[in-house]
Nanobody, 119 residues
Framework: VQLQASGGGLVQPGGSLRLSCAAS????????MGWYRRAPGKQRELVAS???????NYADSVKDRFTISRDNAKNTVSLQMNSLEPEDTAVYYC??????????????WGQGTEVTVSS
């Protein structure tokens, strides 16, 4: 299974971007999916996650600005980012908990997509 992320870029403060991530193929499905980010000089942190059933979790810093969603039929996860701030500048990574057999779930990472918020 591979995750392909897209949608990063340069945006001015207050602007919006939408990140998307698609899994190449999954035989038994995907449990949770999420977005993480690593800002320059900082550790990678969870931005948002979503379960198969649609329950979501957000970092406090992005609540009310970012929205995570997924399409289970297409094995995709998206992150709508509004009211972007310079502090959101980071490389964003998608992650998926992929079911490889009835007893095993493996975490898979996408390649990362860069988001720069600057005027």
């Amino acid at each position: 299974v591979q995750l392909q992320a897209s949608g990063g870029g340069l945006v001015q403060p207050g602007g919006s971007l939408r990140l998307s991530c698609a899994a190449s193929e999954t035989s038994l499905g995907i449990n949770s999916m999420g977005w993480y980010r690593r800002a320059p000089g900082k550790q990678r942190e969870l931005v948002a996650s979503i379960t198969f059933g649609g329950s979501t979790n957000y970092a406090d810093s992005v609540k009310d600005r970012f929205t995570i969603s997924r399409d289970n039929a297409k094995n995709t996860v998206s992150l709508q980012m509004n009211s972007l701030e310079p502090e959101d500048t980071a490389v964003y990574y998608c992650n998926a908990a992929v079911v490889v057999d009835p007893y095993t779930v493996v975490g898979v990472w996408g390649q990362g997509t860069e988001v720069t918020v600057s005027s």
